[in-house]
């Protein structure tokens, strides 16, 4: 079984920063791709960023672009989400996800809420 754990969110005043992680374990692709969607109330979940292959490209939205930053940590199973220069539009419950390659399977988190408030 896969499991993803978000953790790291919270209250943090604008022009803040959070780092949210992605706890994964279970049976774990070499090369999954990995990306972080967020959430706000009454509206669709939206990708934020995203990680995959061998070399760890990113991507990210526009609206989060300079602002936030993904990364992995192989060795731990672990995923981040380093946002900075929070704004108030950025609350929203942040989800993990895992995608296997070839399969297509998925698997997601339960989400971390980030509030930016002041």
């Known amino acids: 079984q896969v499991q993803l754990v978000e953790s790291g969110g919270g209250l943090v005043q604008p022009g803040g920063s959070l780092r949210l992680t992605c706890a994964v374990s279970?049976?774990?692709?070499?090369?999954?791709?990995y990306e972080w969607y967020r959430q706000a109330p009454g509206k669709e979940r939206d990708l934020v960023a995203s990680?995959?292959?061998?070399?760890?490209?990113?991507n990210y939205a526009d609206s989060v672009k300079g602002r936030f930053t993904m990364s992995r940590d192989k060795a731990k199973n672990m995923v981040y989400l380093q946002m900075k220069s929070l704004k108030a539009e950025d609350t929203a419950v942040y989800f993990c996800?895992?995608?296997?390659?070839?399969?297509?399977?998925?698997?997601w988190g339960q989400g971390t809420q980030v509030t930016v408030s002041s």
């Open positions: 996800k895992l995608t296997f390659p070839f399969t297509g399977d998925f698997y």
């Open positions: 279970g049976f774990t692709p070499v090369f999954g791709a």
């Open positions: 990680i995959s292959g061998a070399a760890g490209s990113t």
